[in-house]
């Protein structure tokens, strides 16, 4: 399996979501959704138009079981309500365009990731670096990682500290200054 990174850029972020959002609006509201909730591709792919519509989204998490109630952002709200117009609460939100009321495979969620990021010669970006970087950007701007342990359901602080990136990012740090 393949390891991917979050993106860490603030600048680069901004101009991978305006690419998805002037490329595809279905495409951008799962990247946003992904960025903005930190679910796994699989539970984002799951959503249907009334699951977005209240303050929080409420779903049971396919690779744990377990349910989470996550609070709508006010901004992700702002994009949902006018990508979610005069669509029907039974209507999956990533729509595929095969079929009848079926949502993008996972392989599409990648195939799409991987078009946006090798534009930005990104090597390093998958269906998880949306997870990633909702957990990096998360701990820079609150440093609770005991809080972000328990949105991920990771076992230890140090787990999630590794899984986002931010002991590598320490260990650069670090090496880019020493030398003997």
């Known amino acids: 399996m393949r390891v991917v990174e979050p993106i860490r850029d ?3 972020l901004e101009e991978f979501k305006e690419y998805l959002k002037e490329w595809n609006e279905r ?5 946003m959704i992904g960025i903005n ?3 796994r591709i699989t ?3 799951r959503l ?3 699951d977005v519509k209240g303050s929080h989204i409420v779903i049971q998490e396919e690779k744990t079981d377990k349910w989470r109630k996550i609070l709508v952002t006010k901004s992700l709200k702002k994009e949902l309500q006018e990508y979610i117009t005069g669509k029907k609460d039974h209507e999956y939100l990533i729509k595929s365009r095969q079929g009848h009321n079926q949502p993008i495979t996972r392989d599409m969620a990648y195939k799409i990731l991987r078009t946006v990021a090798e534009e930005f010669d990104m090597e390093r970006v998958g269906t998880h670096s949306m997870r990633k970087t909702y957990g990096y950007w998360f701990y820079k701007k609150y440093k609770d990682a005991a809080v972000l342990q328990d949105l991920f359901g990771h076992f230890s602080q140090e787990e999630t500290l590794t ?8 260990h650069d740090k670090y090496m880019a200054d020493f030398g003997l």
């Open 10 to 12: 603030r600048v680069l």
């Open 27 to 31: 495409n951008y509201i799962m990247f």
């Open 43 to 45: 539970d984002i792919l």
């Open 163 to 170: 899984y986002i990136g931010i002991n590598q990012d320490t």
């Open 37 to 39: 909730t930190g679910l």
């Open 48 to 50: 249907k138009v009334g």
